[in-house]
């Protein structure tokens, strides 16, 4: 049952397509990110901890996984769009750079010194628009313009006067509830995956955690009532799904609540599109919450020494690489060296590094800057 402010139907790809006979519009979106390289690729890149640390924890492709998972369960709860919703949770992350976080930070300032930027949601734009190539009639996944529009617009707002490239999106109006969810559903994935891979790579421990995050210390004393004799990383992973759920069930919660007491100006698409702020979002008592959590990630986790070589080697080998093509574009591939004919040479760099995993940037600089 979808709600009367949901996204019922697409209003349409670039090149028109015939409908498909067993799949919605949303449905084949997803399924073309699913079938596209940059999704692979997803497989191999960081996302806080790199291989070094072990194999089984969170890597861009399980978390946009996990993301996805919990976004369909508040989806249908609130009666949103849930193929919709599935189709931008799996390409929401599909513009990150090899590196996490820092490999981003390190490409965004070799940009700068050319006078330009990265912004991974904007290179999720160009991979969707231009870069996939799988069919023979169009460039670029041809997706429709409401996940084009998510794309850019789940996780902040652009300025129209900045960004006039991307007028088609109408700026100055908010996304549907279905792009807006992907963001609050983001935090909340990550901040607990972080939780627990920070535990498991023993840079965090019980202790540590409880004296700091007042929610996971409540829920530690229940757990340990109930199961006194279970594990530490049993009554850990017992804490975790507690708070999980908390917070899930809180963004369910207060979505409706923030919906209800919008009403009744907010009945149909137009009315969210038309609401001066965003309306998925957590009650402000869980919102302190989440951001106490995160601030202790920050702290403890993110910017701790261990994690530290890491980011040392996202800016070396970004940095190194970078310089090296645009002093020597003769050594960059046939096809990026025929891109910089119609765009300047340091924005198709970018786009050749943001592209490229964990992986294959160490070969790339362990042949051409010397070993790593
Ligand atoms: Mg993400």
Not at 50 to 72: G, K, M, P
Not at 118 to 126: G, S, T, W
Request: one cysteine or more.
């Amino acid at each position: 049952m979808l709600a009367p402010y949901a996204v019922a139907h697409s209003l349409g790809r670039r090149h028109p397509e015939p409908s498909h006979a067993y799949r919605n519009d949303f449905q084949r979106d997803r399924d073309r990110v699913i079938h596209s390289r940059a999704f692979r690729r997803l497989e191999a890149k960081t996302q806080v901890f790199t291989r070094r640390y072990s194999d089984h924890f969170r890597n861009r492709l399980t978390h946009t996984i996990e993301v996805a998972q919990i976004s369909r369960t508040i989806a249908a709860q609130l009666g949103l769009n849930v193929d919709l919703v599935e189709a931008l949770a799996l390409v929401h992350d599909i513009g990150h750079p090899p590196f996490g976080h820092a490999g981003e930070k390190a490409l965004d300032s070799a940009m700068r010194l050319h006078g330009l930027s990265f912004d991974h949601n904007l290179h999720a734009l160009r991979i969707v628009e231009d870069f996939e190539q799988r069919y023979a009639g169009f460039r670029g996944l041809n997706l429709t313009v409401e996940v084009r529009e998510g794309i850019i617009k789940h996780s902040r707002d652009y300025d129209a006067a900045e960004y006039p490239e991307l007028t088609e999106y109408v700026l100055e109006s908010r996304p549907p509830l279905e792009a807006q969810l992907i963001d609050a559903t983001d935090e909340i994935a990550y901040t607990t995956a972080d939780l627990d891979d920070g535990f498991e790579a023993r840079l965090l421990t019980l202790d540590q955690i409880k004296d700091a995050v007042p929610v996971f210390a409540r829920f530690l004393g229940d757990v340990e009532t109930v199961y006194p004799d279970a594990t530490k990383k049993l009554q850990f992973n017992e804490v975790l799904r507690r708070i999980l759920d908390r917070w899930i069930g809180d963004l369910i919660g207060n979505t409706q609540a923030e919906i209800h007491r919008a009403r009744p100006s907010i009945t149909t698409l137009e009315d969210i599109r038309a609401c001066p702020d965003r309306l998925v979002r957590l009650s402000s008592e869980i919102e302190k919450e989440r951001r106490g959590t995160k601030q202790f990630l920050y702290q403890n986790l993110y910017f701790s020494p261990a994690l530290e070589s890491e980011k040392d080697d996202a800016e070396r080998v970004i940095t190194a690489l970078f310089d090296l093509w645009m002093k020597h574009p003769e050594k960059l591939p046939t096809s990026y060296q025929e891109k910089a004919g119609a765009e300047p040479l340091a924005r198709v760099i970018c786009d050749y590094i943001a592209g490229m995993t964990d992986n294959f940037i160490y070969e790339q600089y362990d042949r051409n800057c010397g070993t790593s």
